[in-house]
């Protein structure tokens, strides 16, 4: 490769203009620790003319060399923003999963893990039109050419990659951890999990000294940086410091250690790490990272926690040129939030064999024969769940009316229920059959509201959805229901004469009602099928 990169013609111009509204919406629900794009803004901003300079420097064949000693700058060319990153990541250690949901998150299973995942991908920065030179990277265009991992835990083994539909994605920074989706099709969660490493190497350059420095100096990385680095949603606490290690004309080599207590969608979480980087000189770029990291994540509402090592190495190289992404960058608004409809996720239940588009704080938590479950989780609080049964076939010629779906929910709720709010039909544009009744009452004193579905297909599939929730949940949860009898669909073939799947399904036909998750459940052992690879812990 070429040690005087230049600009793909496509790249995006950043204007060096006010940009006050880039600062604005970084700077938004963020504290200075918060490694939100804001949180580094301040640094790039200080030291860009510095870096326009050197950058002209490293790119000029006939330049007087750098002496060995004495004290040198080391800051990223700003105007690249095209690159290759390969990644490879081992991780051993421990699942812990809650021994019993309904207790106590502090008594725990612990499952032992070990996986091996390799990613390959170009990025490609982008930012706001208005943006002032050397702001923080607010958007990404991603493209794939490998993600994959695979491992064992507790003695099952397990391998994921992506499919191919899902390989060029778009990813927004201005609040972390990573909003990752795709233009043109919908993640799963399981995708999902498997893309949003544990490293992200974006601005890499933020690891790099503020002042010009010398072989063996010493410095203090900023926390929003290593919050950054380590794709976190907040850092409370911790030191992480960098020494020079060597220095020449060609290359430094910079190493870093020290821990980090933060969150990640309000799970806490623990990192302590030691590791090395080298920026090459010629180029100017951070072009090679190796960390080990010691993490401890709590359990959430939606994942289990864990206890793991990992072992990372990241080799980062400028593109004159993509390969995978398209030539012309991809639109992307990044004045505003990502449209909702963008960031839907695919969710499946194996055991149902259903699918169905749904807001991503909806989590596949159990998935049995004969029985689904769904919730809505938002910063670890729990807004409501889903049940998912079902029903056996009708004889043909028959149908399932909107008063016999009313006597069953009258019978199963019994003295709980107090009235019905609403009824409604719709059918799906493939052709699914729902009718709905939105139910009121009371559970153990608290109101509830019970929203149930029932989705009757052409092929005469039939399934029951119940949704769940408390009265002051309601409304954020509205919507959720359309979204589902919209979305849904039946995947899997029906056996020929039914026998296994009526043998699975609800023989009754009776409505069986859930009252509201206890606040204090949390993701019960089944969340442990969920997990694809080690990558899924993040």
Same mark, same amino acid.
């Given at each position: 490769?070429?040690?005087?990169?230049?600009?793909?013609?496509?790249?995006?111009?950043?204007?060096?203009?006010?940009?006050?509204?880039?600062?604005?919406?970084? +700077?938004?629900?963020?504290?200075?620790?918060?490694?939100?794009?804001?949180?580094?803004?301040?640094?790039?901003?200080?030291?860009?003319?510095?870096?326009?300079?050197?950058?002209?420097?490293?790119?000029? !064949?006939?330049?007087?060399?750098?002496?060995?000693?004495?004290?040198?700058?080391?800051?990223?060319?700003?105007?690249?923003?095209?690159?290759? +990153?390969?990644?490879?990541?081992?991780?051993?250690?421990?699942?812990?999963?809650?021994?019993?949901?309904?207790?106590?998150?502090?008594? =725990?299973?612990?499952?032992?893990?070990?996986?091996?995942?390799?990613?390959?991908?170009? @990025?490609?920065? #982008?930012?706001?039109?208005?943006?002032?030179?050397?702001?923080?990277?607010?958007?990404?265009?991603?493209?794939?050419?490998?993600?994959?991992?695979?491992?064992?835990?507790?003695?099952?083994?397990? !391998?994921?990659? *992506?499919?191919?539909?899902? #390989?060029?994605?778009?990813?927004?920074?201005? =609040?972390?951890?990573?909003?990752?989706?795709?233009?043109?099709?919908?993640?799963?969660?399981?995708?999902?999990?498997?893309?949003?490493?544990?490293?992200?190497?974006?601005?890499?350059?933020?690891?790099?000294?503020?002042?010009? +420095?010398?072989?063996?100096?010493?410095?203090?990385?900023? $926390?929003?940086?290593?919050?950054?680095? *380590?794709?976190?949603?907040?850092?409370?606490?911790?030191?992480?410091?960098?020494?020079?290690?060597?220095?020449?004309?060609?290359?430094?080599?910079?190493?870093?250690?020290?821990?980090?207590?933060?969150?990640?969608?309000?799970?806490?979480?623990?990192?302590?790490?030691?590791?090395?980087?080298?920026?090459?000189?010629?180029?100017?770029?951070?072009?090679?990272?190796? *960390?080990?990291?010691?993490?401890?994540?709590?359990?959430?509402?939606?994942?289990?926690? /864990?206890?793991?090592?990992?072992?990372?190495?990241?080799?980062?190289?400028? =593109?004159?040129?993509?390969?995978?992404?398209?030539?012309?960058?991809?639109?992307?608004?990044?004045?505003?939030?990502?449209?909702?409809?963008?960031?839907? +996720?695919?969710?499946?239940?194996?055991?149902?064999?259903?699918?169905?588009?749904?807001?991503?704080?909806?989590?596949?938590?159990?998935?049995?024969?004969?029985?689904? =479950?769904?919730?809505?989780?938002?910063? @670890?609080?729990?807004?409501?769940?889903?049940?998912?049964?079902?029903?056996?076939?009708?004889? @043909?010629?028959?149908?399932?009316?909107?008063?016999?779906?009313?006597?069953?929910?009258?019978?199963?709720?019994?003295? $709980?229920?107090?009235?019905?709010?609403?009824?409604?039909?719709?059918?799906?544009?493939?052709?699914?059959?729902?009718?709905?009744?939105?139910?009121?009452?009371?559970? @153990?004193?608290?109101?509830?509201?019970?929203?149930?579905?029932?989705?009757?297909?052409?092929?005469?599939?039939?399934?029951?959805?119940? /949704?769940?929730?408390?009265?002051?949940?309601?409304?954020?949860?509205?919507?959720?229901?359309?979204?589902?009898? !919209?979305?849904?669909?039946?995947?899997?073939?029906?056996?020929?004469?039914?026998?296994?799947?009526?043998?699975?399904?609800?023989?009754?036909?009776?409505?069986?009602?859930?009252?509201?998750?206890?606040?204090?459940?949390?993701?019960?052992?089944?969340?442990?099928?969920?997990? !694809?690879?080690?990558?899924?812990?993040?």
């Amino acid at each position: 490769m070429s040690s005087r990169p230049s600009l793909p013609p496509t790249s995006t111009p950043r204007a060096s203009t006010d940009g006050r509204a880039v600062t604005d919406q970084a +700077v938004t629900g963020g504290a200075a620790d918060r490694p939100a794009a804001a949180s580094i803004d301040r640094r790039r901003f200080a030291i860009a003319t510095a870096a326009m300079a050197a950058a002209c420097i490293g790119r000029t !064949s006939d330049a007087a060399p750098t002496p060995k000693t004495g004290q040198v700058s080391l800051v990223e060319n700003p105007d690249l923003d095209l690159f290759r +990153v390969r990644l490879a990541i081992n991780v051993q250690g421990n699942v812990n999963l809650p021994s019993d949901p309904l207790v106590s998150k502090r008594s =725990m299973t612990k499952l032992p893990i070990q996986s091996d995942a390799v990613f390959d991908y170009e @990025e490609r920065y #982008r930012w706001p039109t208005d943006a002032k030179p050397g702001s923080p990277v607010m958007g990404l265009e991603r493209y794939y050419h490998e993600a994959v991992s695979s491992g064992t835990l507790s003695k099952n083994d397990i !391998s994921f990659g *992506l499919r191919p539909t899902v #390989r060029q994605t778009l990813v927004r920074r201005d =609040m972390l951890p990573e909003t990752i989706y795709c233009g043109d099709d919908y993640l799963t969660h399981e995708e999902l999990g498997l893309i949003r490493t544990p490293v992200s190497a974006v601005q890499l350059g933020d690891l790099l000294p503020l002042t010009a +420095v010398a072989k063996g100096d010493q410095y203090e990385v900023n $926390r929003g940086t290593i919050g950054n680095l *380590l794709n976190l949603s907040s850092v409370d606490d911790g030191k992480v410091e960098n020494k020079i290690e060597d220095i020449d004309d060609a290359i430094a080599k910079i190493t870093m250690s020290g821990k980090i207590d933060g969150s990640i969608d309000g799970v806490p979480t623990l990192v302590r790490l030691v590791g090395k980087m080298t920026f090459d000189r010629k180029q100017n770029v951070c072009n090679w990272l190796a *960390l080990a990291l010691h993490e401890t994540r709590d359990i959430g509402k939606a994942e289990p926690g /864990f206890d793991v090592q990992a072992k990372i190495r990241m080799i980062r190289q400028p =593109m004159p040129r993509p390969a995978g992404l398209p030539a012309k960058p991809v639109a992307m608004d990044l004045t505003r939030p990502v449209p909702g409809n963008q960031t839907l +996720v695919l969710l499946h239940s194996d055991a149902l064999s259903v699918t169905a588009l749904m807001d991503r704080r909806w989590r596949m938590i159990s998935d049995r024969p004969g029985a689904a =479950m769904m919730r809505m989780i938002d910063q @670890e609080s729990s807004m409501g769940q889903c049940n998912l049964k079902p029903l056996v076939r009708l004889p @043909e010629g028959k149908t399932w009316t909107l008063a016999q779906l009313q006597q069953d929910v009258r019978r199963s709720l019994g003295d $709980r229920m107090t009235r019905f709010l609403r009824d409604d039909r719709m059918t799906s544009p493939g052709g699914i059959e729902t009718m709905q009744l939105i139910a009121a009452g009371t559970v @153990e004193g608290v109101e509830v509201r019970w929203i149930v579905q029932h989705h009757a297909a052409p092929s005469g599939r039939r399934l029951l959805a119940t /949704f769940t929730t408390d009265a002051d949940s309601f409304d954020a949860m509205a919507g959720s229901e359309v979204q589902l009898a !919209s979305t849904l669909e039946f995947v899997a073939p029906v056996p020929t004469g039914d026998a296994e799947d009526d043998a699975k399904a609800d023989q009754s036909g009776d409505v069986t009602l859930a009252a509201p998750e206890p606040a204090t459940k949390v993701a019960d052992a089944a969340a442990a099928d969920s997990l !694809s690879s080690a990558s899924d812990l993040r």
